[in-house]
């Protein structure tokens, strides 16, 4: 399946970061004039490109996409430095990686904690954005602690109380407490009865190296203790001055309360939710995923 993906790919490789290495790849080798690249930001944080891959198919209309690893996550280099991981570390990682591969212009794709990089860069102001797309994601963490919490407390009786029991015993490692995490994730994460091969990749690689996660996270989707703990933007949403598309499942644990802040901070901002869709529409619902993306973007670029 590896070999599969490196195929698809037109270059991928390294670029140099802090002293080590960020893996990326692009698909797509024949762009159609006025199409600009579409730079994909996954999620975690610490998790890997591998699951949003499938919006490469954007490249057979004749569009560069355009992946990489975050430092500490996937393909890239792994440093065992709990201090390096912050959201200052990404955003300046964000403007080397557009440097080094020629990005002057690009759109910008960002899922879950990605989506929330893309804001944090887009209020940077840096020049030739075109526009975001924030994929599943948040601009206040309380309110996201909130109803995460909220849609827990809708789970069958027995499953919370599991969860209850090891997270007050100290044993979240425990299988019991990762089956009934499970079943919060099937409802709200990936609504697919079998999860696709690329959505399991990147559960393996974020657990090989959790460190990232577990730092500015915490130990689950439940408990965010980790550096992201306090972080919010609402106040200044009304900043962002790009073209800007909300993406959000009818299921997704980014929840349309939380969806609809963002639209209501950003101005002229647009939100379409996939109604048979958690919190990964570009594999639930990918054909329309991409009819909706590409459409946006054409539109965007059309109006440039």
């Known amino acids: 399946m590896r070999e599969k993906r490196l195929r ?4 991928e490789g390294y670029i140099p ?10 698909i797509g080798d024949e762009v159609k004039r006025g199409q600009y690249p579409l730079l994909c930001l996954h999620g975690g944080p610490g998790a890997s490109h591998d699951y949003l891959t499938p919006i490469g198919k954007l490249s057979e209309q004749g569009r560069r996409v355009v992946f990489y690893d975050q430092l500490g996550a996937g393909n890239s280099d792994h440093p065992d430095n709990p201090e390096m991981w912050t959201v200052e570390l990404y955003v300046e990682e964000l403007g080397v990686i557009r440097e080094s591969l020629g990005l002057e212009r690009a759109h910008i794709l960002g899922h879950s904690w990605g989506g929330l ?3 944090e860069y887009a209020l940077t102001k840096p020049s030739g954005v075109k526009s975001i797309i ?4 948040l601009s206040d963490m309380f309110q996201w602690v909130s109803e995460v919490n909220r849609l827990r407390s809708e789970l069958p009786r027995g499953i919370q109380d599991v969860l209850d029991k090891h997270e007050e015993e ?3 490692d425990d299988p019991e407490y990762e089956e009934a995490t499970m079943e919060f994730y099937r409802r709200h994460l990936c609504r697919i009865e079998e999860w696709p091969m690329v959505l399991n990749k990147t559960f393996e690689k974020l657990m090989m190296y959790p460190q990232v996660y577990n730092t500015m996270w915490g130990p689950n989707e439940f408990s965010v203790t980790g550096i992201l703990r306090d972080w919010s933007i609402v106040d200044r949403l009304s900043e962002i001055d790009v073209p800007t598309l909300i ?3 009818r299921y997704d644990e980014s929840t349309p309360l939380i969806n609809q802040t963002l639209n209501d901070g950003i101005n002229g ?5 996939f109604e048979n869709s958690a919190h990964m529409p570009h594999l639930e619902e ?15 670029e059309s109006q440039q």
């Open 134 to 137: 924030l994929a599943d994601s």
């Open 269 to 273: 901002s647009e939100w379409v939710v």
């Open 286 to 300: 990918l054909e329309k995923y991409l009819s909706v993306l590409s459409s946006f973007l054409e539109k965007v």
């Open 8 to 11: 698809a790919l037109a270059e």
């Open 247 to 249: 993406l959000s499942g």
């Open 17 to 26: 970061y802090k002293g080590y290495n960020v893996w990326y790849g692009i």
């Open 170 to 172: 100290g044993t979240i």
């Open 117 to 119: 990089l893309a804001l």
